[in-house]
């Protein structure tokens, strides 16, 4: 999410006429986009903020700018006080406020026209022609558009609720105008965002009487333009995949396999006193639908150990649902206790620091071995790789498989923005390394049997 409003920043900045600085001293304005999800981050932040503050001394006149989680929707008096050499407090995705400030300061013409009306700034939206910076267009094979803004499921250990506000969707014809500029842009790949990507639209008076999903609509309508390769989306939450969902996901050629749906906790107890509303047999039956009507999905997860209450054997179950369904991907974090929350308000956070790392560690080299299995499947066979760049140290290109899995592989041509059919010499938990099929570069599809269509894709 905090790419894709850097990205929509920097594409605004450029129509002021300003250009990327590569050093620091050279910068008219600095805008600071952070994240609060746990205290590393803001930690990281507040040393960034300390950091900066020599430069605004030396350039009073320049613009220092925190934008983000950490400024939030209520936040922004308090942080004044805290951090008195910063110019703009700004909330997560709305820059309006930088516009307004710009156009005081000369860039009247072209800054009124940043600067939404009510409407558009209630759903953080910035008139921007050009999503992506001119300094990236051609160069950004992959990323990404946020269509649900904010949430309102409110799990009780989860800031995002009081820092990016309640959830509301964007309107689709902004979505699919977004999708569109950046495919003119050179974009091969876009991934739709939201804290619960599958409620997008449920907000909106358009899709009230639909019957699909409105993600499920708002898929069709981009698989349809023209220049685009792959459409993924995330996070999915177990209460909102619905079978209608996955169908699409099965049934058009441009979505890829790969599913983002966290289960946190692998104990009943645990979920309910996260308020996550589901159990771990629904969980657990939810990935048996996905690989039924996806064959060959890849699911990606997301876990908390520690969380407040946690016992050995509450953690045990967690670590025994990761080893028998044998993810893809698992986020593993230790919980972390954020202001306002309902945990950090009714629950002590009573599992130690040292503990937390330890059965951090524990799933971490669990799904290693995981990974290190499910990958060691793809030796000999030949992978599509929509090439995203060139590692300058290793001396090769890298792209993702539709399942997600980050592919390296040498050449002297240039393959970014490319998908590339690479056949695989060496698997690792994390990544394989391949060569140039130079018998089968076809195009990027599918070739598997769903169970929502009796045609292969």
Not at 116 to 130: G, I, K, N, P, Q
């Amino acid at each position: 999410m905090n790419v894709a409003d850097s990205q929509r920043v920097a594409a605004g900045l450029e129509r002021l006429g300003y250009t990327p600085a590569t050093r620091i001293k050279d910068a008219d304005i600095i805008i600071l986009n952070t994240c609060v999800v746990r205290q590393q981050p803001e930690d990281k932040a507040v040393g960034r903020l300390t950091q900066l503050k020599p430069w605004k001394e030396r350039h009073p006149e320049g613009i220092l700018a925190l934008m983000g989680c950490m400024v939030g929707t209520r936040e922004a008096n308090t942080l004044r006080e805290r951090f008195p050499w910063v110019d703009l407090f700004l909330p997560p995705s709305d820059p309006t406020e930088l516009w307004a400030t710009l156009a005081e300061q000369g860039h009247l013409s072209e800054a009124e026209t940043l600067i939404a009306d009510a409407e558009a700034r209630r759903l953080a939206l910035s008139r921007v022609d050009t999503v992506l910076p001119l300094s990236e267009e051609g160069q950004v094979v992959s990323t990404y558009i946020p269509i649900v803004l904010g949430c309102s499921h409110a799990c009780t250990y989860c800031v995002i609720p009081y820092r990016r506000g309640a959830e509301r969707s964007r309107p689709p014809d902004v979505i699919l105008a977004e999708a569109a500029q950046m495919a003119a842009q050179g974009v091969k790949e876009i991934t739709l965002l939201g804290q619960i990507v599958d409620r997008y639209g449920y907000d909106l008076p358009m899709f009230e009487n639909t019957k699909e999903p409105p993600l499920v609509t708002l898929l069709r309508d981009i698989h349809v333009i023209d220049g685009l390769e792959r459409i993924r989306f995330l996070t999915s939450h177990p209460n909102w995949m619905r079978d209608d969902l996955l169908c699409a996901v099965a049934d058009l050629p441009k979505v890829c396999e790969h599913i983002e749906v966290p289960i946190q906790a692998g104990d009943d107890e645990v979920l309910a006193r996260m308020r996550r509303g589901y159990t771990v047999a629904d969980y657990r039956q939810l990935v048996a639908r996905i690989r039924e009507f996806i064959p060959g999905a890849s699911i990606a997860t997301d876990i908390i150990v520690g969380f407040p209450g946690e016992t050995e054997r509450q953690f045990r179950h967690t670590y025994d649902l990761l080893a028998e369904l044998r993810l893809d991907k698992a986020h593993i974090a230790r919980y972390s206790s954020r202001p306002r929350t309902v945990a950090t308000r009714q629950f002590q956070d009573d599992v130690p620091e040292a503990e937390k790392e330890r059965r951090r560690k524990a799933l971490d080299e669990l799904q290693s071995g995981i990974l290190a299995g499910l990958n060691a499947r793809y030796l000999d066979q030949t992978v599509p790789v929509l090439v995203e760049g060139k590692h300058t140290r290793k001396d090769r290109w890298f792209g993702r498989t539709r399942t997600d899995r980050l592919v390296f592989f040498a050449s002297e041509d240039n393959w970014l923005g490319y998908t590339a059919r690479v056949r695989i010499t060496w698997t690792g938990p994390w990544s394989l390394i391949g060569e140039l099929d130079t018998e089968d570069q076809g195009q990027d599809s599918g070739s598997l049997m769903s169970a929502c269509s009796s045609e292969a894709l």
